[in-house]
């Protein structure tokens, strides 16, 4: 069990941004659920969060980068070690010409609001996709078939030893909600570069898509967005569908009957009734059609096995 006081302490000698301990991670995520984490830190630039991966090494913490938690599924439990959030220490946006850099810790909203104002196309289709641009990178976050890969021309991230690193985006394999950039980094920055746009037509189409977003998914009650990659050829929507799970429910978990790829919090679920139903669509849907359907979403903190 990590000793909270001496670690604080040894954070604090030199820790510029803010530390909460016991922080119930259930106020950082999309879905509302998720037990404390030991130590939750906001690092005010680099060098804290240099620190603090410094100090997870030298202590053998574990850690773990939260974006803003809108496509995770943290456990009731919550989190042993240190949970950090960089939306203060990187929140940077600046563009020269149609090449825009912004910080990790950046919100998607706020940078395609960016790139409205200034005429910057090319990530309107991800209106509406919750999140910061770390965990878009993370997970190439993608919508109406584009993906941010299709942006991305450079990437920065620290390695676990505290070493900044760069990717072209030659360098980096990148494929459907994936990539393979090593799995333990902080993603610092992105650079994107769009082509020139139209503010009023960019702002069109971002309606359109958050209008088509409205009337198809259940965006009134907590959730992740969806839950399952889409399966080679098909939609898990579609199989969860026709599987008749629509509405199908495990304490205040339930199978949304609006968007069958979505699993909504409809009170106060906790993580092991959404992790329950997971599993139970994905038996359901394999004894109907065969498909294993692989969780889009990121489990946090299970001890148990997850899908
Ligand atoms: C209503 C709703 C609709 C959604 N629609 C879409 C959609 O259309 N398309 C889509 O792709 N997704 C969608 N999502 C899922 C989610 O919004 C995206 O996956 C988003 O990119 C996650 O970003 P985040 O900052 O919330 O990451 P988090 O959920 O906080 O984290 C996700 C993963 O990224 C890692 N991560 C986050 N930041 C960093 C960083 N700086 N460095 C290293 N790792 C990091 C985390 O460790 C974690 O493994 C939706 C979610 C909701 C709730």
């Not at 993370?138 to 078939?145: D, E």
């Amino acid at each position: 069990m990590m000793d909270k006081i001496r670690i604080i302490q040894k954070i604090k000698q030199r820790f510029k941004g803010s530390l909460l301990a016991d922080e119930p991670l259930s106020g950082h995520t999309s879905y509302r659920i998720g037990g404390p984490a030991d130590l939750f830190a906001l690092p005010g630039d680099l060098d804290d969060v240099r620190l603090l991966l410094d100090i997870c090494h030298a202590e053998s913490l574990d850690w773990f980068v939260i974006g803003r938690g809108s496509n995770l599924l943290v456990s009731d439990t919550g989190f042993r070690g240190i949970v950090i959030d960089v939306s203060d220490a990187f929140n940077h946006i600046s563009s020269r010409g149609t090449v825009v850099t912004a910080g990790a810790g950046v919100l998607l909203w706020d940078l395609l609001r960016y790139c409205t104002e200034f005429g910057l196309s090319g990530l309107e289709e991800l209106s509406g996709v919750p999140g910061s641009l770390g965990g878009a990178v993370r997970l190439n976050a993608g919508a109406f078939g584009e993906e941010i890969f299709n942006t991305i021309s450079r990437i920065k991230f620290l390695d676990p030893t505290g070493i900044v690193e760069k990717r072209e985006r030659a360098e980096i394999r990148a494929g459907y909600r994936q990539t393979d950039l090593p799995r333990r980094i902080v993603v610092i920055e992105a650079e994107l570069t769009l082509h020139d746009g139209n503010p009023t037509e960019m702002q069109a189409v971002q309606d359109n898509i958050l209008k088509r977003r409205r009337e198809r998914q259940p965006l009134s009650l907590p959730s992740a967005g969806s839950v399952f990659k889409r399966p080679e050829g098909d939609y898990a929507g579609r199989l969860i569908e026709e599987a008749g799970l629509k509405g199908l429910r495990i304490g205040d978990a339930m199978v949304s009957k609006k968007h069958a790829n979505f699993i909504v919090n409809v009170h106060v679920a906790s993580a092991r009734d959404v992790l329950h139903l997971i599993r139970e669509v994905q038996e359901r849907v394999f004894e109907r059609f065969g498909v294993r359907l692989e969780p889009e979403i990121h489990f946090v903190g299970f001890e148990e096995t997850v899908p």
